[in-house]
């Protein structure tokens, strides 16, 4: 099985079931417009068995990888850096902009996911009133993701992440 394959079953078998009442998960996973633009990064980039060093962030935002499936990439770069049309909404996200300068500055996004795989402590996302939510800010939602952060992490490492 590739690491392409092991990401893709893996994002496609996660859920949270409870989260505080105010609290909404962003799952682009389970998406059926999304996942297929998600599957076409992961078989483009990660369609071998070459160990990578993983980096993470915290969780993923709503106009980037909560909307893309993929850390760190807007609508927009997953177009113009990664080459992966899409009909997503083309809202900004900045952290993608700085991810892709340093992507760029690495030698692009080929060479850059050839070495590394970006993840997330929590893979999937959360709002909070319409505005992204950080797990970590949150008492109640952080406690009750701690067995969901810990096996998800478990598992990617498990794809021969570094």
């Given at each position: 099985?590739?690491?392409?394959?092991?990401?893709?079953?893996?994002?496609?078998?996660?859920s949270?079931?409870?989260?505080?009442?105010?609290?909404e998960?962003?799952?682009?996973?389970?998406d059926?417009?999304?996942f297929?633009i998600?599957?076409?990064?992961?078989?483009?980039?990660?369609?071998?068995e070459?160990p990578?060093?993983?980096?993470?962030?915290?969780?993923?935002?709503?106009?980037?990888?909560?909307?893309t499936?993929?850390?760190?990439?807007?609508?927009?770069?997953l177009?113009?850096?990664?080459?992966?049309?899409?009909?997503l909404?083309?809202k900004?996200?900045?952290?993608?902009?700085?991810?892709?300068?340093?992507?760029?500055?690495?030698?692009?996004?080929?060479?850059?996911?050839?070495?590394?795989?970006?993840?997330?402590?929590?893979?999937?996302?959360?709002?909070?009133?319409?505005?992204?939510?950080?797990?970590?800010?949150?008492?109640?939602?952080?406690?009750?993701?701690?067995?969901?952060?810990?096996?998800?992490?478990?598992?990617?490492?498990s794809?021969?992440?570094?």
């Open positions: 099985m590739t690491i392409a394959e092991k990401i893709i079953a893996f994002y496609k078998s996660l949270i079931d409870k989260v505080p009442e105010n609290i998960v962003m799952n682009p996973f389970s059926k417009d999304t297929p998600t599957k076409a990064f992961y078989y483009k980039y990660y369609h071998d070459l990578r060093t993983m980096i993470l962030g915290i969780n993923p935002g709503r106009f980037g990888g909560g909307v499936g993929i850390p760190f990439t807007d609508p927009i770069k177009e113009k850096e990664c080459g992966i049309t899409n009909e909404a083309k900004p996200e900045l952290s993608a902009d700085f991810i892709y300068q340093m992507i760029n500055a690495y030698g692009g996004p080929s060479v850059f996911y050839n070495r590394f795989y970006i993840s997330a402590v929590s893979p999937l996302g959360f709002t909070k009133d319409g505005k992204n939510a950080n797990y970590y800010d949150i008492k109640e939602l952080q406690d009750g993701l701690h067995d969901f952060i810990v096996d998800c992490l478990q598992r990617q490492i794809f021969g992440m570094v």
